[in-house]
C-alpha cells in the first residue's frame, strides 16, 4: 500500500486543537489544546465518559467538522482550511467510516450500500462489482449481498458498514462505537474483523468505545476527559 | 347511553390530540388545504360561467310574452315578414292591449361588428329595429342614462351590458353602419336579459339603411296573460295567410342557451373533476403522514384502552375538518374572484353576442363545499383505517 | 448513469407515498392536454398555410352579402395573386343536430387557393363535370356514413331554391383530407354556378372573399388597398389576414387563452403544492441518510444533485404518463359532437408539456435539494 505521509511523520496529528460549540451566548468548550499523533498502523481505542468529546474529536478527524483552533493533520492533508469540496473528495479517498448504528440505506441492498462509495470513483461497473464482492468477502457476508438491511441482524449490518468502510481501500478507518448496538458475541465477531483488518491488511484504525472489553484489542489506549487527553482512565 | 357519551368523548379527545398536532406538519396541511380550495375554486368558477350565461338567457322571456318566426327559421336571423303579416299577427285574439293598441313589435334583427374591449378583436353585435310596443314587451325595460332615441331619427340607445362590453357604446359614442352615423342617446337594462346587449333603433330607420324595404324577421309581443298563449297560437297557425312558428320567450332562450351551457357544464365538471382527483391524491398524502407522524401517539391512546373506532373516526374528522377549510377558502376565492365577473361570449343560434356577468349562486357554493367534503372522506378513510390498524406494541417502541 | 439506482431506490421507499404523488402529477399533464385541445379546437385553425391569405368581408359584419362582381376588381389590384369567394350555406343534413360548414365555392379557384385540401385529380375532374356535385371533408363523410355517387338532401333556412324548396340535393363526387392536423375536415363544398343559378333571392351576391397575395410581408399594404378600393361604395370591406380573422372569431366565444392559461396556472400551483410537500417531507426523514453520503465523501453539488434527480425523475415519468394518456384520450376527437371540430392535442404543446414537467421536477426539488445541500455532516449524523 502506498502511504500517503513520510514514515517518520505521523499518519494523524492533532496540536493545539480546540473546539468550541455555541449554545445561544454560552460557549462550550468540547476540547482544549488537543495534542495526539497517530502512527500508520496502529489500532487506537479512544476511550472516555459520554459528552467528553470523543465522537467531535473523531469528527474532526475525519473530516466532518472543523476545529476552532489549532492544526490538523490527516493523511498528509492539512484540514484547517480545506474547502467543503475538497474535503468531501479527501473523505472519499482516505477515510473510511462506521457507525454505531450501520446507518446503511434502507432502499439498498447490502451489495449496493457497499457500492455507494465506489460511485465516486472512475471504476466502471464490472471493476465496482469486482471490489464489492471483495470486500464482502473480507466481511463473510458474500452469501448475502441481496439482502436488505432490515432483514439482516445488527452483526450482520454492522459488517455490511465495514465493507463499505475498505471497499475504496481508505487510509484510515474511523470508528464511532462500532459495537455499541450489538450483543456480546456479534460484538466479538466485529472486533475480531477490526483486529484482522489493521494486523493483515495494515488498516489503520481510530476507534471510540466506552466499552473496555472493545478496548482491549487496540494497540494502544487513550482516554478524554472534559476535552484533554491522558493516558490513564479516569475514574 | 352514558356508553355513547362516553364513545363521543374519547372520539373528541382523539381528535383533538390530531389537530393540536397540525402546526408540527404545517406543510403537508397547508398543501392538502390549498389544494382542495384549488379544486372548489376552479369548479365554482367555471360552473358559475355556465350559470351566468344561462341567468342572462333565462331572464330574457316571461312566460306571458312570446316570439313569432317564419316556418323553418330557428332564430330571427333567417327569419322574415312584411308589415301586413306583422299587422296580422298584431290583431290577433289573446294579446295585452295599452292605449296605444295592442302590446306587439315587429322587429329588425342585423348584427355589426364592433371591437370587444377586452380583447381588441371584432365582434358580432346584435343591432334590433324595434317599434314603440318594444319597451312593454320585455321585462323591467328602464333607461338608466340619458334618454329614448326618437322615433325616425337616427339615434340608438344601448344595452348596459353591450355597452360596457363593446367598444363605442357608451353614452355619447357613435354607432357607423354604411354610411349613416347614429349617435349613442341612452343607456339601458332589462332585467339582466339578452336585450342588455342589444343595440336599439327605430325599425323604420333600420329598414332604411339596411334597404330592407317594409319588411321585418320577428314579432315580439305581450299576452293578455300566460294562458292565452294556446289561444294566440292557434290563431296564427290556422290562419292561411301565414306560415309561423310561435314560442313563448321563455322557452326560445332557454333552448338557445343549451348548447353553450352544457358546452361550459361538461367541459367545467370534467377539469373539477380531474383535479378533484389529483387533489385526493394530495389529501390522502396528507393524512398518511399525519397517521405516521401520530403513530406513537395513537398507539399510546390505544394501550390506555381507547377503541378503534374513535382513532379511525378521529382521523376521518381531521380530514374533512381540513378539507371544509379548503372548501371554504376555496369558495370565498371564487366569490371575491369571480361574481359578477362581466363578459362576453358568442350565442350560436344568433350568430352574436350575449353580455352577461358570472354567478356564484349558493347552490355552487354549497356543490363545491360538498365536493371538498367528499376528497376529505375519501382522503381520511384509507388512513384512519391504517391507524386503527396499527399493532400497539410495535407502534409504542417506535421512536 | 451509475447515481440513477440509487435515485431510483430512493422513490421506491414510500411506495404509496410515491404512487400518490405521481398520479397527481399524471393528473394535472391530463388536464394540460385537454386545455390544450380545446384551446387548438378554438384558436388553431390559424394554418401555415394561410400566412399569405386575406380574408375580405362586408365592413358591417359578415353576415351581410358582397356582390361576386367584386372579384375580378380584386385581382386587378396590385399584389394580389388570386382571389375567390364563398357564401355561407347554413344548412343541417336530417336533424339540427347534424350541424355542420356547407359552402357554394367555384372549385378551380378554390382549389388553388386553399392547397391544405387534398382531393384525388380523378374526384377533382369529376367534380368540375358535375354541376350538383359536391366534395366534403373526411370527418363528416365518416360521420354521416356517405359515400361517391350518394345523393344527399341538405335543408337551410337561409336559402330557398326558386321552386320555394328550402332542401338542397347534391352528388357527392369526393371526398377531401387534410394536408394538416388542423385542417378542419368536416365542411362540405358545392359548386356556386349551381347554387347561384338554382337560388331564388340575392343572386350575384357572396358572403366574403379569400384572398393570395403576392408577398406576405406586403399583406397589411394589400389588404389597405383592397380596402381603399370598396370605400364609399354600397358594400364596403374590412380586409385581415386569416390568422387575426381566425384569432378575433375564437375571441367572441370569449379569451380563451386567459381562461386556459387561468386553470392550468391554478392546476399546477395546486400540484406544485402536493409535489413539493412530498419531497420536502421526504428529504426531512433521511436528515441522517444525506449525512452518511457525505461522510462518504458525496459532495454538496452530489446531494443537491441526487435530490433534484429524484424530484424530476418523479415529475417527469408523471408528466410523460400524463401526456401520453391525453394524447390517447383526445386521439377520439371533438368530445361535444360537433362544436369543436379541430379537437386534437398538437405535438407543438406536448412538447412544451415536456418541459413544463422538467421544470416542476426542478421547482419542487429546487428548495429540499438546497436544504439538503446545507445540512452540516455533524449535525446530521446525530440525528440518525
Known sequence: MNSPVASNESLVSVENVEKVFRRGSEEIHVLRNLDLQVAQGEFLALMGPSGSGKSTLLNLIGGLDRPSRGTLRVAGEDLHDLPDRKMAEWRARHVGFVFQLYNLMPVLNAERNVELPLLLTHLNRAERRQHVAAALDVVALSHRAKHYPRTLSGGEQQRVGIARAIVTDPTLLLCDEPTGDLDRKSGDEILNLLQALNREHGKTIIMVTHDPHASARASRTVYLNKGQLSTEPVI | ?399 | MKYFHLVWSNLGRHRLRTTLTLLSIVVAFILFGFLSAIKQALVGGISVDGNDRLIVRHKVSIIQVLPASYEPRMEAIPGVAAATHFTWFGGVYQDPKNFFMQCPVVPEEFLELYPEILLPEEEKKAWLATRTGAIVGRKSAEKFGWKIGQRVPIQTPVWVKSDGNHVWEFDIVGIFDGKNKNTDTTPLYFRYDYFDEARRNVKGQVGWYGLRVQDPTRAAEVAALVDAEFQNSPAETKTEPEGAFVQAFANQIGNIVMITAGILGAVFFTILLVTGNTMSQSVRERTGELGVLKALGFTNGHVLALVLLESCLLSVIGGLLGLGLARLMTSGGDPTGGMLPLFFFPTRDLLVGVVLAVALGFATGIFPALQAMRLRVADSLRRM
Request: positive net charge; without cysteine.
Open chain 2, 1 to 399: 347511553m352514558s356508553g355513547l357519551i362516553n364513545w363521543i368523548l374519547q372520539v373528541g379527545a382523539v381528535t383533538r390530540f390530531g389537530l393540536l398536532s397540525i402546526p408540527q406538519r404545517r406543510g403537508s396541511v397547508t398543501a392538502a388545504v390549498l389544494g382542495i380550495a384549488g379544486v372548489v375554486t376552479v369548479l365554482v368558477g367555471v360552473l358559475s360561467i355556465a350559470v351566468g350565461f344561462k341567468t342572462a338567457m333565462d331572464s330574457s322571456g316571461s312566460p306571458d310574452a312570446v316570439i313569432v318566426l317564419r316556418t323553418g327559421a330557428d332564430s330571427e336571423m333567417v327569419s322574415g315578414f312584411d308589415r301586413a303579416q306583422t299587422r296580422i299577427m298584431a290583431d290577433a285574439p289573446g294579446l295585452a292591449k295599452s292605449e296605444r293598441g295592442p302590446v306587439s313589435s315587429a322587429e329588425l334583427f342585423v348584427i355589426i361588428n364592433l371591437p370587444k374591449r377586452s380583447t381588441g378583436t371584432d365582434a358580432n353585435v346584435p343591432l334590433r329595429g324595434v317599434e314603440p310596443a318594444a319597451f312593454q314587451v320585455r321585462d323591467n325595460f328602464r333607461i338608466v342614462a340619458g334618454r329614448e332615441f326618437g322615433w325616425g331619427k337616427n339615434e340608438v340607445i344601448v344595452g348596459a351590458g353591450a355597452a360596457q362590453q363593446f367598444g363605442g357604446l357608451e353614452l355619447g359614442g357613435k354607432v357607423q353602419v354604411g354610411s349613416y352615423t347614429w349617435p349613442v342617446v341612452g343607456i339601458f337594462t332589462a332585467g339582466g336579459g339578452t336585450a342588455e346587449s342589444e343595440i336599439w333603433a327605430d325599425a323604420t330607420v333600420l329598414q332604411q339603411a339596411y334597404n330592407r324595404g317594409d319588411t321585418y324577421q320577428s314579432v315580439y309581443a305581450r299576452l293578455a296573460s300566460p294562458d292565452t298563449f294556446t289561444q294566440y297560437k292557434d290563431a296564427l297557425t290556422t290562419d292561411p295567410r301565414l306560415s309561423v312558428k310561435v314560442f313563448r320567450q321563455s322557452e326560445y332562450y332557454a333552448e338557445q342557451s343549451t348548447a353553450m351551457t352544457k358546452l361550459i357544464t361538461t367541459l367545467g365538471v370534467l377539469i373539477a373533476a380531474l383535479m378533484a382527483v389529483g387533489a385526493l391524491f394530495g389529501a390522502l398524502n396528507t393524512m398518511y403522514t399525519a397517521v405516521a407522524a401520530r403513530k406513537r401517539e395513537i398507539a399510546t391512546l390505544r394501550a390506555l384502552g381507547f377503541g378503534s373506532t374513535s382513532v379511525v373516526l378521529s382521523v376521518l374528522g381531521e380530514s374533512v375538518v381540513l378539507a371544509l377549510a379548503g372548501g371554504l377558502l376555496g369558495g370565498v376565492v371564487a366569490y371575491v374572484a369571480f361574481n359578477n365577473f362581466q363578459t362576453a361570449t358568442m350565442n350560436w343560434q344568433s350568430f352574436s353576442q350575449v353580455a352577461f356577468a358570472f354567478k356564484v349562486t349558493p347552490a355552487l357554493l354549497v356543490w363545491g363545499i360538498g365536493l371538498a367534503t367528499a376528497i376529505g372522506l375519501l382522503g381520511g378513510l384509507l388512513p384512519a383505517v391504517r391507524a386503527a390498524r396499527l399493532p400497539i406494541a410495535s407502534a409504542l417502541r417506535e421512536i
